[in-house]
């Protein structure tokens, strides 16, 4: 599969669910940057009118490259429709979030969005969640050896960037935990909020209404 014309592809088709005058959320990572171009494609074809709420400080950049209205929470609260993407994807359209480190700024945007599509080629489907990706969470650094030490049976990582830790753009560091196959992702999406020092973790359970796959033969959709 043509990764990048896949993303390209499910690009966009998630540009053609947005309408004239809606708030969105903007998601983070390759295949929303697709997206993005497609909406900025939108806006100057069309005059679309729409202002964008962005989950990263790398989606803000390249909102304003292209051209793509922005605000904030604090301005607009409520949001018509988020698309973002995902690290991986079950069949009932839970999640795996957090690839790129917007995991915490990701889930408060899904949260404020009345609906939330979400945008993947064909590699991020998976049967079980975890199968195939680490299960991010974003810490507080006080909190670290205490949150190692709670999930020390999920073998916590920290995340490195050129050798010294990841800081989110909340300053934050990323543990990815080695779960493998999830059975049950809501016990432990229940664990991670109990766990102190845990400011978020990536799985997104019961969010999306729908998910865009694109694949070599088009962009299938899949409904929740």
Avoid: W
């Avoid at 690009?11 to 929303?32: C, I, K, P």
């Avoid at 009118?49 to 292209?66: A, I, K, N, W, Y």
């Avoid at 079950?90 to 899904?110: H, M, N, Q, S, W």
């Amino acid at each position: 599969m043509d990764q990048a014309e896949a993303k390209r592809k499910v690009g966009r088709r998630a540009a053609e669910l947005v309408d004239d005058g809606q708030l969105l959320g903007l998601g983070s990572g390759s295949t929303v940057a697709a997206f993005l171009v497609a909406l900025a494609d939108r806006i100057e074809e069309e005059t679309l009118s729409v202002r964008g709420v962005p989950t990263s400080h790398d989606t803000q950049r390249r909102c304003e490259e292209l051209g793509i209205p922005t605000t904030t929470l604090d301005e607009e609260p409520r949001l018509a429709l988020t698309i973002d993407g995902a690290d991986e994807v079950a069949p009932d359209l839970d999640l795996i979030k957090g690839g790129g480190g917007a995991l915490f700024r990701e889930k408060v945007v899904a949260t404020a969005s009345d609906r939330f599509v979400a945008i993947v080629d064909a590699s991020k489907a998976a049967d079980t969640l975890g199968e195939g990706f680490d299960l991010p969470i974003e810490v507080v650094e006080y909190a670290l050896p205490l949150v190692r030490e709670e999930l020390v049976d999920l073998d916590p990582e920290l995340r490195t960037d050129d050798g010294d830790p990841f800081r989110t753009d909340n300053g934050n560091v990323i543990l990815d935990l080695a779960t493998g196959p999830i059975e049950d992702p809501q016990a432990l999406a229940h664990r991670l909020d109990r766990t102190v020092g845990v400011l978020e973790h990536g799985l997104f359970l019961d969010v999306a209404e729908r998910c865009l796959v694109g694949t070599d033969d088009g962009v299938q959709e899949r409904k929740n």
